[in-house]
């Protein structure tokens, strides 16, 4: 492989390719026998062509902030190597007239957005780790992100893909045409495919003017029912919502006693808050009457307990410093069982009343922390171990935690998997809740595109 693609694009040595050897999280180790870091996109073909013809299978990665194993090779897989985009970085082109960007595979998420703010526009995609994810990984596992209730998921700001085959073919399907009804639209095939169908190395992403103005505001209820009402009352006021977020109490405790030059925003009386944020393109709107008229009226139907509009860029910069560093800070406090769920708005306080009483009759030990995105229905819920207890002793007594709040997701009409996508934790759920024709349906494209089941094995389909 060295003699095609040459030594800076072919690592060997143990000490190099180590880190690509296990994921974000620390969960999933697997040894790739190599790993292959090509600069463009003949380089991407020239590799899985070649690594056809030797048997290799190959595991698509970016920046490798996957939860759920899918960028390390199954421990119990064939010989595999890691096949890095990270390389392949370059912005091919920025297009204010047009809204649109084309990007490569290895672009952070980051870097789109800033490209896009240099050209007078807005790349709206946006998550805790979109420093470090690359455009790649962030379509492959279609992320969602705070932004999902305005903007939509990942997939809904994708025009167009170029993508290597398994056998080595690039499909260009780049075009960056709002219309076009000339048969499948292919691209969906491969965004939250996780690498198991091809290798994406470049896309056409969507940009929308920037918003000029923004109005956050922390909210505290009782209960997710009447956040639920809340969420109903901004949005049938005209409130120009950008996102909705639900935090539990105990998240925004366990932030303030381990994240860094966090304030506390108001007094936490309450058990449940909602971080919401209105913006236009255009200084004339007026979002923050607006927001303030909504979170009034909430007020005085009793909807709401307390109202915080910050007044300052450094005010919203810590209410969503809060809500970003959560995920740090809580494995900092102790071990957790992180699910990622979604379901229909509306069954929000369902759902959160039927994990409670879950946690209540099969691991009262534990702790429920829970939030999310509330605007789109996806819920981030963690069981908490007691003070003490190692990852490992928790992973075994929470055992089966994750499923069953699987089911409760996908009993209410809801899904398994929101935003993180499959890898390999979710594929027994998979075999366990996904509709059997659609599994069916999924397996056959997988036969299809790659017969010999060499892109990505062991994640996703069971």
Request: contains cysteine.
């Amino acid at each position: 492989m060295t003699d095609a693609l040459g030594p800076a694009a072919c690592l060997r040595a143990e000490a190099d390719i180590a880190p690509y050897a296990v994921d974000w999280r620390g969960v999933y180790r697997g040894t790739p026998v190599a790993v292959l870091r090509p600069a463009d996109t003949a380089e991407v073909s020239t590799a899985l062509r070649r690594c056809a013809e030797l048997g290799l299978a190959v595991v698509p990665a970016g920046g490798r902030t996957s939860l759920c194993g899918a960028v390390v090779p199954a421990a119990d897989g064939p010989p595999s190597v890691v096949l890095s985009l990270e390389r392949m970085n370059r912005l091919r082109a920025v297009d204010a007239l047009d809204n649109s960007l084309v990007a490569e595979a290895g672009c952070t998420v980051e870097a789109v957005q800033d490209a896009a703010a240099e050209a007078g526009r807005f790349f709206p995609l946006h998550f805790g780790a979109q420093g470090s994810a690359m455009i790649g990984g962030a379509l492959s596992t279609n992320a969602g992100g705070i932004r999902t209730l305005r903007y939509g998921n990942a997939r809904d700001l994708v025009l167009g893909l170029e993508v290597v085959l398994p056998d080595g073919r690039v499909l260009d399907d780049l075009r960056r045409v709002r219309k076009d009804n000339s048969g499948y639209a292919l691209r969906h095939l491969f965004m939250g495919a996780e690498g198991t169908l091809g290798v994406i190395t470049a896309a056409s992403l969507k940009l929308f003017p920037p918003l000029v103005v923004r109005e956050t505001a922390l909210v505290a209820v009782r209960s997710p029912h009447e956040a639920l009402r809340l969420l109903a009352r901004c949005q049938a006021s005209g409130t120009e919502l950008v996102a909705f977020e639900l935090i539990g109490r105990e998240c925004i405790e366990i932030t303030l006693r381990h994240g860094q030059n966090i304030r506390q925003p108001m007094e936490l009386a309450a058990p449940w808050y909602c971080l919401v944020e209105a913006g236009a393109a255009h200084a004339a709107l007026p979002v923050r009457a607006a927001l303030e008229a909504a979170l009034m009226a909430a007020l005085e139907a009793g909807e709401a307990e307390d109202v915080v509009i910050c007044e300052s860029e450094a005010q919203r910069r810590n209410l969503w410093d809060i809500r970003e560093t959560f995920p740090t800070c809580s494995r900092m406090e102790a071990p957790g069982l992180p699910t990622d769920t979604a379901v229909p708005v509306s069954a929000i306080p369902a759902f959160l009343d039927a994990a409670a009483a879950l946690i209540k009759a099969k691991w009262p030990e534990g702790r429920m922390v829970a939030l999310g995105h509330m605007g789109d229905g996806n819920i981030h819920l963690s069981l908490q171990a007691p003070p003490g207890t190692t990852h490992a002793e928790w992973a075994a007594r929470g055992a089966g935690f994750e499923e069953r709040i699987g089911e409760i997701a996908v009993e209410l009409g809801g899904s398994f998997s929101a935003e993180h996508g499959i890898g390999v934790s979710k594929r027994g759920a998979m075999a366990a809740l996904k509709d059997p024709v659609a599994l069916a349906l999924m397996q056959a494209i997988k036969r299809t595109l790659d017969p010999a089941g060499m892109m990505n094995p062991g994640k996703v389909l069971p």
